[in-house]
């Protein structure tokens, strides 16, 4: 693509416990799945929100992380500081 960049960057379709093996000091970018706004929310979707937030807080190596949402759910259900 031509482009330089002064840090690695991957691009990822997979879950992030596939992922979380692979990382070390990570910063993050992900979105919520689309699947809230069209089913709305589920017991499924909560737990998902639930293990995400668990994920991120049993590391202390990001770099950051940074979660692309509107869901006021996904913000109660990971149980972190946003």
Not at 4 to 30: D, H, I, Q, R, W
Not at 41 to 46: E, I, L
């Amino acid at each position: 693509w031509g482009i330089s960049l002064p840090c690695e960057v991957s691009l990822n379709v997979a879950s992030f416990e596939a992922l979380g093996p692979y990382l070390s000091g990570p910063l993050v970018v992900t979105r919520v799945p689309n699947e809230v706004r069209a089913l709305g929310p589920t017991a499924r979707v909560a737990r998902l929100y639930r293990e995400f937030g668990q994920f991120i807080a049993s590391r202390s190596d990001w770099s950051g992380v940074y979660v692309l949402t509107e869901s006021r759910i996904f913000r109660r259900q990971s149980r972190l500081a946003w």
